[in-house]
């Protein structure tokens, strides 16, 4: 979709009377490409004082499986992890260096005093981040923290790391990852992701890493073996996901309505998968995808992306279109998980992702009906995931959701509106449909066994319901 104020302001020109009138600057992001080196550039660690060094040995070992090169503190604590995983890190100098990544063990800090550390080593370094950097801190969740002052220290994390993602820009993004006691093998998938290319358009987002089975894999096919059920594939967002389970090694099963069979067809093809043509409303939607997904051995992940929307204001709205958009971007989707999941079709350490929206999160004039569509997903996820995290097999679900992306639902939005949408972020522009295909192949892998019951935005930090 053509973004004419973002070309304007790439010009010399177009950059000078944005910056002279206080527009928004949006710059190009870096995205991944195969073959790439997931981190272009050099990373700076950094660790809290404290006892506990897990955290800092899962970094440590992450980094080196992932051959950065690593830059540090003299007086820090995580050299030690740093040395014992074989990671030759580089004394920080105070010069001109820039650094790629950010990433600050803080999981040790256990009281506000102690938050000052955070300070100094960001203070330090917050004119040396790179264009299209990566600002990550992990702490421990609060919510499980014995004491208070344990507890306000680390949800403080939450207020500093959103601030980061606000003022640093140029399409820096900024995240917080909480992870559990003894989960620290599970932030693999989490890490590579946040420090990467791969997660361009999320930012100001607190994850939470949990003690599920992360299951190990070779991490340059990711999905290699797996089968994997695309709903709404034929365009759009669900295109995207498609192309990046399948360049990540899936077989992608590519579902959607009949009257979209020629463009899923061109679609299947492309990335040599199958199609599958149904309606998710209709009767026998589930038990026609159980039959396409036995004859390949089951379902390694279900992606619930079909969805329409239907805008009117409540007091102009048809019961038509309240029933049709509940129906397909919800009530469907609650029928398709209850059919496949009692009728052992989804496998060992599958993955469920469904796609919400951030209308259902804060709302939005014209869409009761998308929003509250939405806004049920979460639930649906949110109560899903406890069921699931008390059976024995080792399946999670997790939603993402979207801001403005790129696409023909967002093309058809009054001009005015859609320029709002578009520019009310951190990124200053709009995501395309890869951002959010790139946030579901991570929370897809079989390595992402640690992540149950998260909703993770894909909105460059959108303003609306932050
Ligand atoms: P899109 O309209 O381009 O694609 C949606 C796809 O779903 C289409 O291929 C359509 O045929 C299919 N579909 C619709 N009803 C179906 C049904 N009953 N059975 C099977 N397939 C059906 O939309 P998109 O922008 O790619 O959106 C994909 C998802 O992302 C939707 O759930 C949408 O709500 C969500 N989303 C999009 C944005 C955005 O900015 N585009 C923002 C937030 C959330």
Redesign the pocket.
Known sequence: MSDRYGNFVKSSIGKKVAKNLGLPLPVGLDRFESGQRLVRGSALIGSATGDDSRVSQAIARILSEMHVEVFVNSDDGIKEALADAGVEAKASTSGEDKYKVLLFDASNISNASELKQVYEFFHAVARRVERSGRVVIIGRPPEAADDIETALAQRALEGFIKSVGKEFKRGITAQLIYVAQGAEQNLDSTLRFFTSARSAYVSGQVIRVGNGTAIDIDWTQPLGGKTMLV??????????IARVLAREGAHVIC???P??QA??QKVASEISGSTLL?????DD?GEQIADAAQKRGGLDAII??????RDKTLANMDEQKWDMVI???LA?IAKLNKYLLSHDVVNQDARIVC?????GIAGNLGQTN?ATS?AGVIGLVDATAKQLASGDKGITINAV??????????EVIPFAIREA?RRMNSMSQ??L?ID?AETIAWLASPASGGLNGNTVRVCGQSLLGA
């Open positions: 709903t709404g594939a034929s365009r759009g967002i669900g295109e995207a579902l959607d309505v009257q979209q463009d899923l149904v309606d998710i409303t209709t939607a619930h992306n079909a969805g329409i929307t129906n397909i971007n469907s796609v919400s929206s951030i209308s998308y939405k959701a979207p801001g403005f992306i790129e696409t023909q639902m967002t949408g709009g995501g449909p959010v």
